[in-house]
């Protein structure tokens, strides 16, 4: 059974040994750009510096209950004018893989995006072989468009990714359905 999540901002107390530990592991990052580095902790605080000057919105997931910090979060790309944005997201922690957590951490951050900031859109990517992140993706109400080769400087070769969309209607019926069916997990209020 998962417990509930929380997205609050990503500061600086939060770049430690465990969230360098993080992005510095093959299977964290084994379907994330980073990890083709070796990271150190002033990489982590670079990353933040820089988030704030680009206007990447970067936010610590936290177990509720708990209040353990078990992965980090982004609403990044956004657009104002045209009213889109893509999120980014990994799990560190590795007991908190499967369940709820990562369709709760993709909820929140739509809930960020489409009521809080007022944007509309929210497109994105994912590995086509990435199996467990694409049928995430479609419970939360995600369409896939279409196949489409980028180039991954992690694996240094053209990839095969998915595109991926979902409009603010889509999500707020799917959010509704998702809030009725597991209350204990997903809250528009």
Known sequence: MSERIKLVPLSEKFINQKYLSWVNDPE???????GNKRYQLE???LYLH???ISGRLNYAVLAEESNQHIGNASIYSIDKKNKKFEIGWFIGEKNFWGGHYAPMIIFYLHKIGFMELGL???GGGVNEEHIKARMTNKFIGYSEIEKIFAYSEKQNKYVASIKLHIYKSE???RAKELEQR????YRLA
């Open 182 to 185: 597991y209350p204990q997990y």
């Open 171 to 173: 999500w707020l019926a």
């Open 43 to 45: 990489d982590l605080f």
């Open 28 to 34: 964290v990052t084994e379907f994330l750009e980073i």
């Open 120 to 122: 509309e859109s929210c």
């Open 50 to 52: 820089d988030s704030k």
